[in-house]
Nanobody, 121 residues
């Protein structure tokens, strides 16, 4: 079974920073894309940042220039460095990964349970 576990959420003041981490564990062959979505109260889940295995990266327009996604393939971990946080960044942040469980198999999406980020003074 593959598990994704997020950490690093919490309460931060406007203008502050947080770093989220998401580690994949279990039995799998490789990880393709990894990334982060978020869901604010009363809103739909939205893509925040996405990083392909080859390095291509995409960001939501609302976080460009403030958030940076990175990954450590040796640790099967993806990170989200969030700077200049604003109240509108308050949401539950979910990690995902396109996991190839066995060589030659197609990837399947796995999700973490989410970590809450609250930006408030």
């Amino acid at each position: 079974q593959v598990q994704l576990v997020e950490s690093g959420g919490g309460l931060v003041q406007p203008g502050g920073s947080l770093r989220l981490s998401c580690a994949a564990s279990g039995r799998f062959f490789s990880l393709n894309a990894m990334g982060w979505y978020r869901q604010a109260p009363g809103k739909e889940r939205e893509l925040v940042a996405h990083k392909a295995l080859g390095g291509n990266t995409n960001y939501a327009d609302s976080v460009k220039g403030r958030f940076t996604i990175s990954r450590d393939n040796a640790k099967s971990t993806v990170y989200l460095q969030m700077n200049s946080l604003a109240p509108e960044d308050t949401a539950v942040y979910y990690c995902y990964a396109d996991v190839i469980r066995r060589e030659g198999y197609s990837g399947m999406d796995y999700w973490g349970k989410g970590t809450l980020v609250t930006v408030s003074s």
